[in-house]
């Protein structure tokens, strides 16, 4: 079974930078694609960001130019690179993938986990 941990969350001060990391285990051969998503308190969770199998990426409009995500070559390790933090991007960031034709997390399987918590604030 398809195993997705968030980690490097934590609190860092309005302008700084973070990177996160989501480590797959108990795949074999590849999946994708990889996403990030994030929920603010009491506000629906969000899209963030998507890496595509051919490297193509997509973010959101309300982090387009400040992150950045990738992968390492084995499709096991997804990162978040977060710049030019705000207050706003306070939430839990969760990510997901799709492991053969279906999302590993979903709203109807309720399995999305803790995720990792980033506060920005001074």
């Known amino acids: 079974q398809v195993q997705l941990v968030e980690s490097g969350g934590g609190l860092v001060q309005p302008g700084g930078s973070l990177r996160l990391t989501c480590g797959v285990t108990?795949?074999?051969?590849?999946?994708?694609?990889m996403a990030w998503y994030r929920q603010a308190h009491g506000k629906e969770r969000e899209f963030v960001a998507a890496?595509?199998?051919?490297?193509?990426?997509k973010y959101g409009d309300s982090v387009q130019g400040r992150f950045a995500i990738s992968r390492n070559r084995a499709w096991n390790t997804l990162y978040l690179q977060m710049n030019n933090l705000k207050p706003e991007d306070t939430a839990v960031y969760y990510c997901?993938?799709?492991?053969?034709?279906?999302?590993?997390?979903?709203?109807?399987?309720?399995?999305w986990g803790q995720g990792t918590l980033v506060t920005v604030s001074s």
């Open positions: 997901n993938a799709m492991y053969g034709s279906t999302w590993v997390r979903s709203d109807a399987s309720n399995n």
């Open positions: 108990g795949s074999i051969g590849s999946i994708r694609p």
């Open positions: 890496i595509y199998g051919g490297g193509e990426t």
